[in-house]
T-cell receptor
């Protein structure tokens, strides 16, 4: 079934470690996004991509980096994690309108389940 | 001011109607969206409305759009405890191909 997947769901790591959060989608969507979500709920766009070899910085400055070598894959990397990076990270994708059954549709974005990162 | 504004909290009793309000700024937004986020999960598209519509009803959900005032609302009839979640309003910035701009989210608490 077409979907978007994030791994890991939960991650606890020590300060200074390098980490990569994975995001893959099987919908063939061109656009992909990374959001950082505060404990207070607000979403902050930190990176997005229009397609292969395209990466853009979002509204919130972030020390993370992203790459888009394949359409389906949009990993986010932190070279040296710090406690201030502790947050929920959400990946999303969007593409051309496709009719799909079920309660959701392909209007707007499709989100992954998120990665909750804790840096100690 | 903020692009998309929502009140942060709403508390209702089970069986009552819930109304979550949102104001947006971009008059060129083609679609407006409501997303639902349950605890520990990502956002799920709940419903959407085209900008040329005033109202859309889908089972217990009713979306009202006032383009003149740039006001969007989501009404949940017969609210259930399973409706407890965070609800995000979103507009499309810069036309239908633009990025979504999300509000800060409204946390709906449903008391039994």
């Amino acid at each position: 079934e077409a979907d978007i997947y994030q791994t890991p769901r939960y991650l606890v790591i020590g300060t200074g470690k390098k980490i990569t959060l994975e995001c893959s989608q099987t919908m063939g969507h061109d656009k992909m996004y990374w959001y950082q979500q505060d404990p207070g709920m607000e979403l902050h766009l930190i990176h997005y991509s229009y397609g292969v070899n395209s990466t853009e910085k979002g509204d919130l400055s972030s020390e993370s980096t992203v790459s888009r070598i394949r359409t389906e894959h949009f990993p986010l990397t932190l070279e040296s994690a710090r406690p201030s990076h502790t947050s929920q990270y959400l990946c999303a994708s969007s593409g051309a309108l496709v009719v799909r059954t079920g309660p959701s549709s392909n209007y707007g974005y499709t989100f992954g389940s998120g990665t909750r990162l804790t840096v100690v | 001011g903020e692009d998309v504004e929502q009140s942060l909290f709403l508390s209702v009793r089970e069986g009552d109607s819930s109304v979550i309000n949102c104001t947006y700024t971009d008059s060129s937004s083609t679609y407006l969206y409501w997303y639902k986020q349950e605890p520990g999960a990502g956002l799920q598209l709940l419903t959407y409305i085209f900008s040329n519509m005033d109202m859309k009803q889908d089972q217990r959900l009713t979306v009202l759009l006032n383009k003149k005032d740039k006001h969007l609302s989501l009404r949940i009839a017969d609210t259930q405890t399973g409706d407890s979640a965070i609800y995000f309003c979103a507009e499309t910035k810069g036309g239908s191909q633009g990025n979504l701009i999300f509000g800060k989210g409204t946390k709906l608490s449903v008391k039994p």
